[in-house]
């Protein structure tokens, strides 16, 4: 698991192969990833927008914009914890992740950026 804590932030982030959804044959390579928000600052946050950087191995980078996370743009409390699967497919065997979200501080409307660290695509086949 990958972590990183920004303006107290934490995020963290586990990645799945998904073989059952993938066709190497036809350089699809499927991985799933799950993210869990965990707010330790003392604000409430609203999660609005995220921006990801899909690399592959051969040097292709996908950026995919788009307001919230898988429909939602949740709220979180001082203390709580928002968690989310979602997933990608990339053209090669190895690849990688990393990104960021816009959010704000719901009582001032203050916006700021959190890091989302960068995290490895590997299909299990690789590490042998």
Known sequence: ???????????????????????????????????????????????????????????TIKEVEGDGVVGVQPVLEPGQVHAYVSGCQITTDVGSMKGNYAMIRVATGSPFTVDIPEFALIAPFRLN
């Open 1 to 59: 698991m990958v972590t990183a804590i920004t303006q107290g932030i934490k995020i963290s982030v586990e990645t799945m192969y998904q073989d059952e959804y993938s066709n190497p044959a036809n350089e699809q390579f499927m991985f799933a990833y799950r993210i869990e928000i965990e707010n330790l600052s003392d604000f409430t946050i609203q999660l609005l927008r995220r921006q990801w950087f899909i690399f592959d191995s051969c040097g």
